[in-house]
């Protein structure tokens, strides 16, 4: 297997990520990974073509479109990660499922989320936004729907340790602060998919303008990957009873949460010394109440 091949504990999520990237031939392919790992692990190519109505050139290409060099390396790959079952079960929501279920489900498909979010969160990359983000003049967050509610928490968490942070969910006003924005500022888009336009489009006009642009998404391979400077991948499955706002937030969290600690820990007087201003501003607040 290739140094660069996803790795076996994470391969599903990787191939879940990059889903939207892909061409609709190969969707086919990976939607069959997707379903049951464990059976394409066990199928010649020929079988899997058969499986999938898609040629055997194709099966090659998506498994090169995977990271892998060819068929075989990405079999081997699912029967490594066929060997933990736990990690290969679906758990969508059905409409009958009693409560109990419900819960073990959603727990168990968000505890995985923060699993392989941290199995593919490098530090060296982590590092990278950390050190833009201490020597910003302003940070600002862009984000809608759900990722919105994940960049609004970013910006309060960065003002709460003292530094200069704005989030956008919309996007004219997103575009009014971007191209504002001045070389040493940093702007972070976040995007589950990676091709929301209302992210993407200020993204780009900041790092026009000169700030120093990072992405927060699961695909890898997606327009917001390639077009930020910086990359930090989350991981996180979206199903019909779990649109958007739950596995895929909590993996965005997650990543936002290591990058404010990293900050934190880096300007840790200012930042203590902020974090005691503001709870004592608010508690003095509610005392007057």
């Known amino acids: 297997m290739d140094d660069n091949s996803p ?10 990520g990059v889903l939207p990237s892909l061409t609709p031939a190969a969707q086919t392919v990976a939607r069959l990974i997707l379903e049951d790992p464990a059976t394409v692990a066990r199928s010649t190519i020929t079988e899997l073509s058969a499986a999938s109505g898609t040629s055997e050139a194709t099966i090659v290409r998506t498994a090169r479109l995977l990271g892998f060099s060819g068929y075989p390396q990405l079999r081997l790959a699912l029967a490594a990660a066929a060997a933990q079952p736990d990690r290969l079960v679906p758990g969508d929501l059905a409409p009958d ?48 729907g759900a990722s919105g509610l994940v960049a609004a928490d970013m910006a309060q968490k960065l003002m709460r340790i003292g530094l200069s942070s704005h989030s956008f969910a919309d996007a004219h006003l997103a575009l009014t602060s971007a191209v504002l924005l001045k070389r040493g500022d940093v702007a972070i888009g976040i995007s589950t998919s990676g091709e929301t336009p209302d992210v993407l489009e200020p993204l780009r006009r900041a790092g026009e303008a000169g700030a120093t642009t990072v992405a927060i998404t699961n695909n890898p391979r997606s327009s917001i990957a390639e077009l930020a400077e910086h990359v930090l991948i989350s991981a996180g499955r979206e199903t019909e009873f779990r649109p958007g706002a739950l596995a895929s937030r909590i993996s965005q969290l997650l990543v936002v949460d290591c990058v404010f600690v990293g900050v934190a820990q880096r300007t840790y007087d200012s930042s203590q010394q902020a974090l005691q201003s503001t709870r004592e501003a608010v508690a003095e607040f509610v005392k007057k109440r």
């Open 7 to 16: 790795r076996a504990d994470t391969l599903v999520a990787t191939v879940r």
């Open 97 to 144: 499922d009693p409560l109990s279920e419900v819960i073990l489900k959603v727990s168990r498909a968000e505890s995985e989320a923060i699993k392989d979010t941290v199995a593919q969160l490098s530090s060296e990359k982590l590092g990278a936004v950390v050190d833009a983000i201490v020597g910003a003049r302003r940070i600002d967050t862009y984000g809608v």
